[in-house]
């Protein structure tokens, strides 16, 4: 299919993708799929204010009834599935198997949410005073502001509106400069769904065209209770503080630098395949790709020469061809990021295999590369940062105590694993003093997480959490309330106030 055949499968129509400011190239061929019109800032701030219009109406429909809206979106997604998918993998590189996968993550949460429509439950409370109740409830929030990053352009935004809607919250959506056309074709199927739920709100999702300083005036605003916002650690660090000057809710879900521990008794045909998909799925443009790799001493030598084979036969292209497992970068500045820190790795005295440049005849305009392993004598300073492309740190370790002090030594937090057979090992990853990460897995690698639990991560990662378990609470107020049902008017802690 053509590029403008991928275009106008997904919704998107000539007028909509001409004439405007914003520049929207594929990293596949580096040509312009449109040019979009940006959104002011006095746009944003009308926006602001009808989602808070939409937000006085949704609060009140029953969240069972909200969950229907939810339900229909999962339906469309299913009819859309293959388009939508697409439609990413053409606008943010990444192969069409994983452009499907973005999108069935969107109809798996939207499954979650419409259960959980009917599961917004709160504690009853023991009272302390005869004749009391006390219990919690929750109650919608207000406009959810959903800021994402150009890799994952569609999934993260379900993650967040898909709870967002069943828990009363209109959401306003600022995607990545890079990928907003996938956001622009998701509005698409939501309006389908809309139409089909018949008396919604108008305005309940409303799309953001632009670059970071539309972004920026969500977060300033008083009336965005919530900020969700997934990106880099630089932005994250610029999100936080600006909502909590104002005392709002953020939801940050930022860079990781995620490692696997490959034990003596792992099995190794497991650990290679799981390396390699996390290594270099989305051509190393994942939050949780796999960057470093922990590997005992006694297993280097059987591991890492099966594991540069694997490499060497990687197909590269196209990332809409069936046969290609790596597509390419998003742009020149991800390749000049590679470029750098492979210089940085050779002038601490790592050895690199891979990782040059590949297709650059074919696609002048594109970045493909050649996935690369970094053998490292030590967890230096580049190791330690996130380099968003495929490169893998290779190091060895003795003993496990060391394999996860080297492994917790970063300043992100966001996903870990270890490959092991040993119950001892596996378990002590996963306890209080294993790994530091938001998720630990075990014999999986550390990407492509399911919906039920929740996704996040510690320390630069951010701390926020979306999708499963209990996710739901972070687009909702929670109240405690404490019913007198008796004649009396007993104070708590046994207080005496006579008048
Ligand atoms: P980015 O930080 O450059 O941009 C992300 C989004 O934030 C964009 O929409 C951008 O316009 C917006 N933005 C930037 N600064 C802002 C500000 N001050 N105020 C408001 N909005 C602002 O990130 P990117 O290059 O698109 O994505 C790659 C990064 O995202 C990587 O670090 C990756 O690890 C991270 N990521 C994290 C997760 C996760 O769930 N933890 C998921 C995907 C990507």
């Known amino acids: 299919m053509t590029h403008s055949g991928v275009l106008s499968a997904a919704g998107l129509t000539k007028p909509e993708l001409t004439g405007g400011k914003l520049a929207v190239h594929t990293p596949v061929d580096g040509s312009a799929l449109g040019h979009l019109h940006v959104h002011s800032n006095s746009d944003v701030q009308k926006m602001i204010t009808k989602a808070t219009a939409a937000f006085k109406v949704w609060r009140a429909v029953p969240a069972p009834r909200r969950g229907e809206l939810v339900r229909l979106l999962g339906e469309e997604l299913r009819t859309e599935k293959e388009n939508l998918g697409r439609l990413v993998s053409l606008e943010c590189g990444k192969i069409y198997q994983e452009g ?122 008083p009336d965005v209770p919530i900020v969700s916002a997934t990106g880099s650690t630089r932005m994250g660090s610029a999100v936080g503080p600006a909502v909590a000057k104002r005392f709002g809710r953020c939801i940050l879900e930022l860079g990781g630098n995620n490692a696997m ?102 696609y002048p305009n594109a970045h493909y590369v050649r996935p690369a392993i970094a053998e490292m004598p030590s967890q230096t300073a580049i190791v330690q940062q996130e380099t968003f492309a495929p490169i893998l740190y290779v190091m060895k370790y003795r003993q496990l105590d060391d394999a996860i002090a080297l492994h917790n030594d970063v300043p992100q937090g966001l996903s870990s694993c270890i490959f092991s057979t040993d119950v001892r090992e596996a378990e002590t990853f996963l306890s209080a003093v294993g790994s530091d990460c938001g998720i630990a897995n075990v014999n999986i690698g550390p990407s492509g997480a399911e919906i039920g639990g929740a996704f996040g991560g510690e320390k630069e990662t951010g701390g926020g959490r979306e999708s499963g378990s209990d996710a739901w609470k972070g687009y909702m107020r929670r109240q405690t309330n404490t019913v007198n049902y008796s004649r009396d008017l007993p104070l708590a802690q046994g207080i005496k106030f006579e008048i």
């Open 100 to 221: 499907l996968g973005e999108v069935q993550e969107m109809i798996d949460i939207c499954d979650l949410a419409v259960g959980l429509s009917r599961q917004l439950f709160g504690l009853t409370i023991a009272s302390e005073r005869p004749g009391h109740a006390m219990r919690e409830t929750w109650h919608p929030l207000g406009p959810c502001a959903v800021i994402t990053a150009f890799n994952f352009p569609v999934a993260p935004w379900a993650w967040n509106a898909a709870l967002a809607f069943i828990c009363g919250d209109p959401v306003i959506w600022k995607p990545s400069e890079k990928a907003p056309l996938s956001a622009l074709a998701t509005l698409k199927v939501f309006e389908k769904a809309l139409a089909k739920f018949g008396d919604a709100p108008a305005d309940l999702l409303q799309v953001v065209v632009g670059e970071r300083d539309t972004g920026e005036v969500l977060v300033a605003s």
């Open 261 to 362: 521990i490959v034990a003596p008794s792992a099995d190794l045909e497991m650990a290679l395949r799981a390396i390699v998909f996390s290594a270099v799925g989305t051509c190393g443009q994942r939050c949780t790709s796999l960057r470093r790799l922990i590997v005992h001493e006694d297993i280097y030598d059987q591991l890492i020469p099966r594991l540069k084979n694997a490499y060497e036969t990687l197909s590269i292209g196209d990332p809409l061809d069936a046969n290609v497992l790596v597509g390419p970068l998003i742009d020149a500045a991800a390749f000049d990021g590679m470029t750098r820190a492979l210089a940085a790795v050779q002038a601490d005295g790592g050895k690199v295999s891979g990782g040059g440049r590949v297709l650059e005849e074919t």
